[in-house]
């Protein structure tokens, strides 16, 4: 049994409320990360045996489960009190990395359920599963998905669907909003408690500072920055980054109608919710910004004075552009030199119209630009075939080669350097839907299969190729939206 713990329940009762997850009958396992359990000490198998609190049956001993109070604005719109209307989080697990909140999402109603009813459906509780471990073996921050369990119980969404469980795992799930819920509700007391929590256990350096909680937000500005310049380099759009979406650490947080870009389109709108483009991919470091303003104005009675405030998020625009500069060079195979700044800015900006002029797939532009040589065009031809025009993908591509030849790039160092940053396979949405489609008909072994391929996604993994395949054509009519 797993030594239990639960340092958000030492906060006041007025930061959550106490309650018990709902039984779901006939249960059933769908998958297990064994990557996820083994920071917990465990083995898959040892996972799978204790079903009941997968799916929120039974509560682990020593478990202390509770639902956690939070506001925030949701597409730009202040939208009051929001708060863990399907999550309950159980329990926290020391590790060798540090201690992990164990949360189940989608285990029943809570009072911050609104007018839900505290459910997820197998289909989104998959894509969560998916993208979360998924996201882990890209390398970029996220929560982490232990397992994901199922049900019989029908769950009204646009139509009857079956109920599920996912096991999700983070060092910490407090949000933007986590902050906002106090400003907005004038509690300063209650700010400041879960400020210095958040410090004093994530933070810990930050309190030898001047102004802990300038630093505080100096230091999420910095980490949210660093995580929408990952998002963009591999094409990944969140779809909700409402600020009751974002973490205090910098992670992704609650996978709903997120994708992966495949016909490179920077307006592109993942969210069929989203009428407005809020958060296209072309928007989301912006609204990174605009987040972290918000979070700002949540601190600003603890930070002092407006000046301090701006001065932590003046650190945003470069955070995020040098990430994204340093990311973007090692995608190309190229150093990141100061004498070469804007010619490769203007070699990028070049790259990124003529991809979407053409329409091309983002994951594999990238990966097969580690095949193209330095001296010759014998091998452009697997990268030149995803373009209509060739004549402006060869003049492109000339650019490139000079700027390799001017640092004397060797072609197979370059490649295996690219190859380990640019992947071959993502979640693209049809993958995601095969094996949802599959679970529903009670096969879950695709599940298992696209984990095991997403969990080393740099890997050529021959004997996997078709999952890097360009998606099929009845793939254009998949939508996501907010429902799940």
Partial sequence: MLPLDNSFASL?????????????????????SPAAAQLLGLTAEQVADGLDVLIGNAVPERG??????????????????????????????????????LQWKGAGQTPYSRMGDGRAVLRSSIREFLCSEAMHGLGIPTSRALSVAGSSQGVMRETVETAAVVVRMAPSFVRFGSFEHWYYRNQPEQLKILADYVIDRFYPDLRGQDNPYQALLTEVTRRTAHLMAHWQ??????????????????????YGPYGFMEAFDPGHICNHTDQ?????YANQPQVGHWN????????????????????????????????LDELLHAK????????????????????????????????????KLSGLRAADTSADEPLRDLFIDRPAFDAWAQQYRQ??????????????????????????NYLAQVAIDAAQ??????????????????????????YAALPPDWASHLEVSCSS
């Fill in 12 to 32: 006041p009762p007025a930061f959550y409320t106490r309650l018990m997850p709902t039984p779901l009958p006939a249960p059933y396992l769908v998958a297990v």
């Fill in 64 to 101: 202390q489960p509770l639902a956690a109070v939070y506001s925030g604005h949701q597409f730009g719109v202040w939208a009051g009190q929001l708060g863990d209307g399907r999550a309950i989080l159980f329990g926290e697990v020391a590790t060798a990395a540090g201690p992990l909140e």
């Fill in 233 to 254: 380099a591999v094409g990944f759009m969140h779809g909700v980054m409402n600020t009751d979406n974002m973490s205090i650490l910098g992670l992704t947080l609650d």
């Fill in 276 to 280: 407005q483009g809020r958060y296209s």
């Fill in 292 to 323: 972290c303003y918000a979070l700002a104005q949540a601190l600003l009675p603890l930070i002092g004075e407006p000046d301090d405030a701006q001065a932590a998020l003046d650190s945003y625009q470069s955070a995020f552009a040098d990430k």
């Fill in 332 to 367: 190309l195979g190229l150093t990141l030199l100061a004498e070469h700044g804007d010619a490769d800015r203007a070699l990028f900006d070049a790259m990124f119209a003529l991809m979407q002029a053409n329409g091309v797939d983002f994951t594999q532009f990238f990966r």
């Fill in 403 to 428: 700027r390799l030849q001017a640092e004397a790039s060797d072609d197979t160092a370059r490649q295996l350097a690219m190859n380990k940053t640019n992947p071959k396979y993502v979640l693209r």
């Fill in 441 to 466: 008909k009670q096969d879950y072994s695709e599940v298992t299969r696209l984990l095991a391929v997403l969990q080393r996604p740099y890997d050529e993994q021959p004997e996997h190729e078709h």
